[in-house]
């Protein structure tokens, strides 16, 4: 998915360039941007974004989830990457002895067309520490239901702001770089919502051992995302971190962090090709 949350073609899948020492050095703060203090987190509940294949952030973020354990926290690790229906497939084989490795879990039960060279090493740390991995997604064949018969028929809550929608909508036209009508973003729309309802149960489920939800940026959104469908009681033992590269313009996150932007060619390109 990129920055917004939305799932991306595969073609955005391709392997991360190596950032730099000189890169990483470079990463800035909004508060502060000429340095970077490390990660930590202040709330027992967090919604963690990322740019997908943005390797300067996870290492930031990997850093503060070994942290949070180094102080003795104990939290769930929630992960878009894991989707809702491979739960049942997780638990079993977290209950096996010897425990799988992260590399078995991931061939297992991991969704196609993410860099799990990213995620490796929080599902590592995770089973490590015998913490809950929890699949905060809902899969394809879900969102399809979603997009054909609407959140309610899908058990989802169906009173959803119309700004809500329209805005999603507009943001998964972006992401696909305009090729999408209007009826089929506003479809899918529908489907980002679900996902986000979704993710707030799984936080609401952790919340008091501690959660730590990793998903785009989109989705971590306070104005628009997971947030929204917190529980109040939730929601204020929360923070919503955007992970977000220099330039971007998106303040709708309880505290912003930027690195500098992952080099990636540009995925509108191969898109628009024509198809032989």
């Known amino acids: 998915m990129n920055e917004r949350g939305a799932r991306p073609p595969l073609l955005q899948a391709a392997t991360a360039a190596r950032v730099s020492a000189a890169a990483l ?9 000429t340095t970077t203090p490390p990660l930590r987190f202040s709330q027992p509940v967090v919604l963690l974004g990322e740019v997908h294949d943005n390797a300067a952030q996870h290492a930031l973020r ?9 102080d003795g926290a104990r939290p769930a690790l929630a992960l878009e990457q894991f989707d809702r229906d491979k739960q049942p497939l997780i638990d079993q084989l977290l209950a096996q002895t010897p425990k799988p490795d992260a590399d078995t879990l991931i061939a297992a039960a991991g969704s196609k067309g993410w860099l799990w060279q990213h995620y490796r090493p929080f599902i590592a740390l995770a089973i490590e520490h015998g913490l809950p991995v929890v699949a905060a997604n809902v899969g394809r064949d879900e ?16 009173e959803v702001p119309l700004a809500v929608l329209n805005t999603q909508a507009r943001g998964i036209e972006a992401s696909h770089c305009g090729m999408l009508d209007a009826a089929t973003s506003q ?8 996902r986000d309802q979704f993710m707030a149960q799984v936080l609401q489920t952790h ?12 989705h971590v959104r306070t104005d628009l995302g997971v947030p929204l469908w917190l529980p109040p009681e939730v929601r204020a033992r929360s923070e919503a971190i955007g992970m977000l590269e220099v330039g971007d313009t998106d303040t709708a996150y309880d505290r912003r962090l930027y690195t500098v932007a992952q080099a990636r060619a540009d995925p509108c390109e191969a898109m628009r090709a024509p198809r032989r």
Not at 25 to 33: E, K, N
Request: proline content about 2%; glycine content about 12%.
């Open 25 to 33: 050095a470079s990463l800035v703060a909004c508060s502060t941007p």
């Open 62 to 70: 990997l850093d503060a989830f070994r942290a949070w354990i180094a």
């Open 187 to 194: 479809r899918m729309a529908l489907a980002q919502v679900a």
């Open 143 to 158: 969102a399809r239901q979603v997009m054909r018969g609407g959140l309610a028929a899908a058990g989802f809550g169906a």
């Open 207 to 218: 919340a008091d051992r501690g959660v730590v939800l990793l998903a785009g940026n989109g």
